[in-house]
């Protein structure tokens, strides 16, 4: 079947409410975006298009002309079949310094109508912080008179964009969290941990929620994208309010989505999805994971998120090529890229992402029963045991 979209990216043929927002809304038992124009839309995100770590590779092939290299990659990204920026145009885990022209990045969106995420930055990543120094006290008065400075100014930018689908928060804000538990006064720490989470994620999603609606009423709120087993069930649940949807990172064998989707009453958007890395294993040499390795996990992960009616979205934890510098060098996040550094195609999963691609709709217009995810599931499972296997 042909599916037909409109010109956000959305499938004419099953319809919502036109409010001309995105928003969400569950059709025929499953969680979707919807256009504003009313239509279903399921966001197919590649994280991290354009990062300051790139710079080398810009200065290599396009002799540093940023103009050339953010419109010929941003055509590559189109040509995989991915249909928005669930991270915007850069984040700032991924460009500290600011080599991204964000304004030039979303104004090629805009033209293209490309939907795409705005950020709020509140929190840094843990790997931008120079040693030694923590994150901040999100309890003190100071950093909550920053937020609504932060927030106003943002909103300001974004209010009226009808191509914008929400405000994420950045990356892996709760990672690593027992020392900047230690670092805030107001905390019990000897608490247990999940204990004091919960107290910091509440408070810090309810005063960036609540100034994000003095100053914008129509906007999705997608939270930050945090690392899937950095809240329980309880903690999820207490979030609710303050957010549109859940943002765990990643597919987890031991974390149901279904039963995060049902506790909540919210949708899930798989906010930083491993796209064939071996995260769960020691760091070891990166070639040793293959282009076809991460095609084929690639390609069931997309699957398995399209069949799953609790979710309404997946983010891949990928750059369009592979990185020249920064703090992922001497990592496996080098070699992350669907292109090499020369802008060579890795065939093995170049041309996989894109098949995968071109048949979301079909897909997740038919998500499985329960049994049917479930075998889904393991046969995920089994293959990513399989590559564990061999690159140890």
């Given amino acids: 079947m042909t599916y037909t979209l409109d010109s956000y990216g959305g499938t004419t043929q099953l319809k919502g409410k036109s409010t001309g927002w995105f928003h969400l809304e569950k059709l025929d038992g499953r969680s979707w975006f919807i256009t504003p ?20 590779t810009v200065q290599n092939l396009y002799d540093g002309d940023k103009a050339v290299w953010i ?72 950093y909550q008179d920053w937020v609504e400075e932060l927030v106003a100014g943002v909103c300001a930018q974004y209010a009226d964009d009808t191509l914008m689908m929400g405000y994420y928060y950045g990356f892996g804000t ?6 900047w538990i230690d670092s805030i006064p107001s905390l019990d720490s000897e608490a247990p941990v999940q204990e004091n989470i919960r107290k910091m994620a509440v408070h810090l999603y309810r005063i960036v929620h609540d100034a994000i609606r003095r100053h914008d009423p129509n906007h999705l709120i997608l939270g930050p994208y945090v690392k899937e087993q950095s809240f329980d069930l309880k903690t999820w649940e207490t979030l609710t309010p303050y957010i549109d949807m859940l943002s765990p990172q990643h597919f987890n064998r031991n974390i149901s989505f279904t039963e995060q989707s049902a506790t909540t009453g919210r949708a899930v958007l798989v906010s930083d999805e491993e796209s064939g890395h071996i995260f769960e294993s020691a760091r070891q040499n990166p070639l040793s994971v293959t282009s076809e390795h991460k095609g084929r996990v690639y390609s069931l992960l997309l699957d398995r998120h399209l069949r799953d009616a609790n979710v309404c979205g997946v983010n891949f934890c990928a750059t369009l090529y592979d990185l ?68 140890r």
């Avoid at 709760?174 to 020392?179: D, H, L, R, V």
């Avoid at 890229?337 to 065939?347: E, R, S, V």
């Avoid at 894109?354 to 479930?374: F, G, M, S, V």
């Fill in 37 to 56: 124009d009313g239509n279903a839309f399921f966001p197919v995100s590649l994280a991290h298009i354009y990062t300051g770590n790139s710079q080398p």
């Fill in 71 to 142: 419109e010929k990659w941003f055509s590559q990204v189109r040509a995989l079949g991915f249909n928005c920026a669930l991270a915007g145009a850069t984040s700032q885990c991924r460009d500290p310094e600011g080599y991204v022209d964000v304004e030039k990045v979303e104004a090629l969106f805009r033209r293209a109508s490309f939907p795409y995420a705005a950020g709020l930055f509140l929190i840094p990543h843990p790997n931008e912080l120079p040693q030694g120094q923590e994150r901040p006290d999100i309890f003190s008065s100071a």
């Fill in 324 to 391: 020249d510098d920064g703090p992922l060098m001497d990592r496996m996040g080098m070699m992350e890229g669907l292109y090499d550094w020369d802008g060579n195609p890795k065939p093995d999963l170049v041309d996989v992402v894109r098949k995968a691609n071109r048949e979301i709709y079909q897909r997740a217009i038919e998500p499985y029963p329960t049994d049917d995810l479930a075998e889904l599931d393991e046969k995920l499972c089994r293959a990513r045991d399989e590559i564990h296997q061999h690159v």
């Fill in 174 to 179: 709760f990672i690593k969290p027992e020392s």
